[in-house]
């Protein structure tokens, strides 16, 4: 089946400091991935949806700035984490939808994120 | 704006027992419906699906949720649940145009066996 790997699985970065995050579609092509945010015994938040060679779309209230997101190939999207700080510290996950008409949603398995 | 809530935050149950997980959503549109199960340290996955067709839906692990449209319901059942199926479980809904999924607050459950 589809498969999402992303990369790092766990990270530890300084306060003010840049992160990237790697999501990518392993045996199939990803047109929209999706990034979400996990906070501790809580639900996933949609934060943006990555759409290739285009801008990214935000949820309201995420910084765009803040969390860039580049979806370059139809392979890879990327997150990055600029000027982190210790309340950005969470889990981040990232999701692609796959197939077309009975199409599902494939998930990586994460990245904690910990800015200390 | 699409919404999910899920009514039971904890569950804790015995080896055996019967399952039902609330789940509801509000949209006034067609939407697609889903539960996922977390395992502790594991990915996300797909434990079952409605598109349309039959309400009541069978999936992985012998999980079956079943749609009711009139009360804007997804709940999830099972017969008898195992130590092992101790996880996070989140319901979660898209609108069929190509948008995101929305998930709710999750529920978890404790199976002690």
Same mark, same amino acid.
């Given at each position: 089946?589809?498969?999402?790997?992303?990369?790092?699985?766990?990270?530890?970065?300084?306060?003010? &400091?840049?992160?990237?995050?790697?999501?990518?579609?392993?045996?199939?092509?990803?047109?929209? /991935?999706?990034?979400?945010?996990?906070?501790?015994?809580?639900?996933? /938040?949609? /934060?943006? &949806?990555s759409n290739e060679g285009s801008k990214a779309t935000y949820e309201q209230g995420v910084e765009k700035d803040k969390f860039l997101i580049n979806h370059a190939s139809l392979t890879l999207s990327t997150l990055t984490v600029t000027s982190a700080?210790?309340?950005?510290?969470?889990?981040?996950?990232?999701?692609?939808?796959?197939?077309?008409?009975?199409?599902?949603?494939?998930?990586?398995?994460?990245?904690?994120?910990?800015?200390? | 704006?699409?919404?999910?809530?899920?009514? @039971?935050?904890?569950?804790?149950?015995?080896?055996?027992?019967?399952?039902?997980?609330?789940? @509801?959503?509000?949209?006034?549109?067609?939407?697609?419906?889903? *539960?996922?199960?977390?395992?502790?340290?594991?990915?996300?996955?797909?434990?079952?699906?409605?598109?349309?067709?039959?309400?009541?839906?069978? +999936?992985?692990? +012998?999980?079956?949720?079943?749609?009711?449209?009139?009360?804007?319901?997804? @709940?999830?059942?099972?017969?008898?649940?195992? *130590?092992?199926?101790?996880?996070?479980?989140?319901?979660?809904?898209?609108?069929?145009?190509?948008?995101?999924?929305?998930?709710?607050?999750?529920?978890?459950?404790?199976?002690?066996?």
């Open positions: 089946g589809a498969v999402v790997s992303q990369h790092p699985s766990r990270v530890i970065c300084k306060s003010g &400091t840049s992160v990237k995050i790697e999501c990518r579609s392993l045996d199939f092509q990803a047109t929209t /991935m999706f990034w979400y945010r996990q906070f501790p015994k809580q639900s996933l /938040m949609l /934060m943006a &949806t700080h210790p309340e950005d510290s969470s889990f981040y996950i990232c999701s692609a939808r796959t197939g077309e008409n009975n199409y599902g949603y494939t998930f990586g398995s994460g990245t904690r994120l910990t800015v200390v | 704006a699409q919404s999910v809530s899920q009514h @039971n935050h904890h569950v804790i149950l015995s080896e055996a027992a019967s399952l039902e997980l609330g789940c @509801n959503y509000s949209y006034g549109g067609t939407v697609n419906l889903f *539960w996922y199960v977390q395992y502790p340290g594991q990915h996300l996955q797909l434990l079952l699906k409605y598109f349309s067709g039959d309400p009541l839906v069978k +999936g992985i692990k +012998g999980f079956e949720a079943e749609f009711i449209k009139s009360k804007f319901s997804f @709940n999830l059942r099972k017969p008898s649940v195992q *130590w092992s199926d101790t996880a996070e479980y989140f319901c979660a809904v898209d609108n069929q145009a190509g948008t995101a999924l929305i998930f709710g607050k999750g529920t978890t459950l404790s199976v002690s066996s």
